[in-house]
C-alpha cells in the first residue's frame, strides 16, 4: 500500500538557519503529495501541495518540489523563525476513487532566539 | 467564521464506557474524516464518509463506530471494545472525496481512558 516516510526529529535550529525535512514516499498511480504543520495543541493546517511531477508548492517561505524520479517531496525554507516551531507532517493521496490522507510520522521543529 | 468544531477539547472516561466525540462543519462539504493520533506517529485513518447516510471503515476502525445522518455532523463513538482508546482525535472535511480537495481539520479532542 501507499506509504511516506518523513526524516526522524526533533530538529533544533537557530533563528534564521536553512531548514530541510526530507520526505519520500511509495505509491502506485500518481498521488498528490502534501505537507501539513502542527501547532501545540491544534490540529493540522495545509502549509503546501503539488499534484504533479514537477511541481513546486509554496507558502510562507516553505517550499517543496515533487520528484517523480526520486519519489520525494522535501520541505524547505531558507531562514526559519520561532514561529516556525512546530510539527510537520507529510503526506499523500492516493489516485482512487476516495482520495485518503497517508501520513508520514512527523518531524518536530524547534527554533532557538 | 466557517469551520470545523470538535468538542470537547478534553475528555475523560473510565474504562469500559462508550464515549462520543463530537464534530461539526458548516463549510458545506460532502466528505469527513475520523483520524487518530498518538504520541510520535502520524495520523491514521480510523472512519471516513464521502457523502450524507453513507460512510466507509479506515485503516483502523474496530473498535470505534461512527453515523453520518446530517451533512454537517459526523460523530464519532470509541466503544469499550477499542483496546487502546487513549489517543488524539482529529477530524476533518474536504469538498469532496474525489479530487485534490484540500482537507480541513478541527482542533481536535484528546481523550484520556483511565
Known amino acids: 500500500g501507499d506509504s511516506v516516510t518523513q526524516m526522524e526529529g526533533p530538529v533544533t535550529l537557530s533563528e534564521e538557519a536553512f531548514l530541510t525535512i526530507n520526505c519520500t514516499y511509495t505509491a502506485t498511480g500518481y498521488p498528490s503529495l502534501f505537507w501539513y504543520v502542527q501547532y501545540p495543541g491544534e490540529g493540522l493546517q495545509l502549509l503546501l501541495k503539488?499534484?504533479?511531477?514537477?511541481d513546486k508548492g509554496s507558502n510562507k517561505g516553505f517550499e517543496a518540489t515533487y520528484r517523480k524520479e526520486t519519489t520525494s517531496f522535501h520541505l524547505e525554507k531558507g531562514s526559519v523563525q520561532v514561529s516556525d516551531s512546530a510539527v510537520y507532517f507529510c503526506a499523500l493521496t492516493s489516485s482512487g476513487s476516495a482520495r485518503q490522507l497517508t501520513f508520514g510520522s512527523g518531524t518536530q521543529l524547534t527554533v532557538l532566539p | 467564521d466557517g469551520g470545523i468544531t470538535q468538542s470537547p477539547k478534553y475528555l475523560f472516561r473510565k474504562e469500559g464506557q462508550n464515549v462520543t466525540l463530537s464534530c461539526e462543519q458548516n463549510?458545506?462539504?460532502?466528505?469527513m474524516y475520523w483520524y487518530r493520533q498518538d504520541p510520535g506517529q502520524g495520523l491514521r485513518l480510523i472512519y471516513y464518509s464521502q457523502i450524507v447516510n453513507d460512510f466507509q471503515k479506515g485503516d483502523i476502525a474496530e473498535g470505534y463506530s461512527v453515523s453520518r445522518e446530517k451533512k454537517e455532523s459526523f460523530p464519532l463513538t470509541v466503544t469499550s471494545a477499542q483496546k487502546n482508546p487513549t489517543a488524539f482525535y482529529l477530524c476533518?472535511?474536504?469538498?469532496?472525496?474525489?479530487?485534490?480537495?484540500?482537507?480541513?481539520f478541527g482542533p481536535g479532542t484528546r481523550l484520556t481512558v483511565t
Open positions: 463549510l458545506n462539504h460532502d466528505a
Open positions: 476533518a472535511s474536504s469538498l469532496s472525496g474525489t479530487g485534490d480537495h484540500e482537507q480541513y
Open positions: 503539488a499534484t504533479k511531477a514537477d
